[in-house]
């Protein structure tokens, strides 16, 4: 087993309920996902957070039109995202409501402490406000923006409040210095001079609480003020480890996750989550979670995601991708064809088509098929017993070793996950598949084995191969849990196997498929028809 390590953990933002799920909120949870299956595969001790955020004006005023309490909606709507979590078989290891009493109660608790400090106050403020986003704006962004919001569009307002507020200007050299000493704390770099550059405009106060409706969490000695939903909604990240209340029972048990390796964000949202969040923090002597990852927005053939324009991917429509390519499939499509980085991505029907044929089903499914197939018909389905780790991957003159390749990149490919470069860890643990593929090609083990004199020469071919498809499959698992768990029980090696031995190094070990194993004939991925254009 490896040395104990540190614990670690991941959130995803909270989702609105005023929404219902969609493409977005899919590919942020399927990246924490992975890289959470990833980390628990290394043999770390990881803790998944996601759940929903149900307060606000928006639900409350939703709720009246459809003549329900504010409450029944978010019940409503949570149990969908509830539903989704299944239906996509996330890990997740804990779903926070922010209606739930041991959020709602710990929330009251940190913003007393900053009552108390004086980093909250009542006040009076007037400035440009964007209301779909909930945010209030400098007056030089509001310039620079035209007076639009950058997401919706549509005009921003000029607002006039009396409420509390939380004390942001006074945190803005403190936070210059974090950036500068933190580089990594935003990414990708992008986004990371996208948020300095706001620094450098100035920071304003901004509220904590608002009085223009009453769906949300009361402020402490003042509950005719409801806390801000986006001051609510970040404590989600700390009330879910009982932060709040350091000696209690929940705290004591999760406090060990503090700080998260990774926020990871819709770039919508990522001043709150990189500005707002880390003062508050501060404010609070807790420390910085490690990174806030802000990736970019899914587009659809080439446009914003619209229903007015029917191309945007809710949920009935990932259920047919599902339907027709299965959900490894999908989740292959969002780890290496989304908008990790700082371009949106275009879904399209025809290329995801393109990558699940190419990547799927012509490399990765082939390669399983045609070596177990072999396997079968030269050695009756046993694993062949002849020496591989000596052979080389290749015949271009200095080719390295097959058991010195895979434990380069099974090193490679652990690394990149738990740096959150998930397509770069796909595209990795793919080239052991590519290896194989280029071995048959080169040595043709079906010509060689037409005569008996050539066995032990197949013997050795076939079981590089077989070896190479069981430690790819390993190296896969956190992107396609269940056709790689497949894939692994076809080759003798079942994934609680390598699970129970400990780490990647020594799941992905070269030579644990001992001679005599029985592989069963596999083709994990099928070809399927192409979408009508």
């Known amino acids: 087993m490896p040395q104990a390590r540190t614990p670690v953990s991941i959130t995803t933002p909270i989702y609105y309920v005023n929404d219902r799920p969609h493409i977005g909120h899919a590919y942020t949870t399927t990246l924490c996902d992975v890289w959470a299956r990833a980390q628990r595969l290394d043999g770390r001790d990881v803790f998944f957070l996601t759940g929903t955020d149900e307060h606000g004006a928006k639900v409350e005023k939703s709720a009246r039109e459809r003549g329900i309490t504010p409450q029944a909606l978010a019940d409503e709507n949570s149990e969908e995202f509830r539903k989704v979590m299944a239906l996509f078989g996330l890990s997740n290891d804990d779903f926070i409501r922010t209606t739930e009493a041991r959020h709602e109660s710990q929330v009251k608790l940190f913003v007393q402490r900053l009552l108390v400090s004086g980093d909250i106050y ?20 509001a310039k620079e923006l035209d007076y639009k919001s950058p997401i919706s569009g549509k005009p921003l307002v ?3 409040e009396h409420n509390y507020y939380f004390k942001l200007s006074a945190y803005a050299s403190k936070l210059e210095a974090f950036f500068d000493a933190h580089p990594e704390f935003v990414r990708p770099l992008g986004r990371f001079n996208e948020v300095r550059g706001r620094l450098r405009e100035g920071l304003q106060d901004v509220p904590v609480t608002r ?4 769906w949300g969490i009361g402020m402490p000695g003042a509950p005719e003020h409801v806390i801000y939903v986006w001051i609510d909604a970040l404590f989600n990240y700390a009330t879910a480890l009982g932060l709040a209340e350091p000696s209690g029972a929940v705290a004591r048990a999760r406090g060990k996750y503090w700080p998260p390796e990774y926020h990871v964000i819709g770039k919508e949202i990522l001043w709150f989550h990189a500005v707002v969040w880390p003062a508050m923090l501060m404010a609070l002597e807790i420390p910085m979670p490690k ?10 053939n080439g446009q914003k995601m619209s229903k007015s324009l029917g191309n945007f991917i809710d949920l009935p429509t990932i259920e047919a991708y599902f339907a027709k390519y299965g959900l490894d499939a999908w989740r292959w499509y969002m ?19 393109e990558i699940y044929t190419a990547q799927l089903v012509n490399t990765f499914a082939n390669c399983a098929s045609r070596t177990s197939s072999m396997i079968e018909k030269y050695f009756a389905g046993a694993m062949p017993d002849a020496e591989t780790a000596s052979m080389p991957i290749s015949a271009a003159v200095g080719a390295s070793t097959w058991s010195a390749f895979t434990e380069a990149t099974a090193a490679d490919v652990q690394k990149r996950y738990a740096n959150f470069e998930l397509a770069e860890a796909a595209d990795a643990a793919l080239s052991v598949i590519r290896a194989v593929d280029l071995l048959i090609n080169e040595t043709q083990p079906f010509k060689l084995a037409k005569d008996p004199a050539n066995l032990p020469q197949v013997a050795r071919i076939l079981g590089v191969c077989a070896e190479g498809v069981r430690i790819a499959a390993v190296l896969l698992l956190p992107i396609m849990p269940t056709k790689c768990s497949e894939v692994l029980a076809a080759y003798g090696s079942p994934m609680e196997s390598e699970m129970a031995t400990g780490g990647v190094a020594e799941a992905a070990r070269w030579g644990r498929l001992a001679a005599g194993t029985r592989i069963s004939k596999c083709a994990p991925f099928m070809r399927v028809d192409a979408p009508a254009v």
């Open 211 to 214: 009085t223009n409706f009453s």
């Open 158 to 160: 000029r607002a006039k």
């Open 122 to 141: 009542l006040g009076e403020f007037e400035g440009w406000y964007d209301e779909g986003q909930e945010e209030y704006v400098t007056d030089t962004r």
């Open 291 to 300: 990174c806030v990852y802000a990736h970019s927005f899914w587009i659809s």
């Open 335 to 353: 780890t290496t064809q989304g908008p990790i980085g700082t371009q949106d991505a275009d879904f399209s029907p025809k290329h995801f088509h």
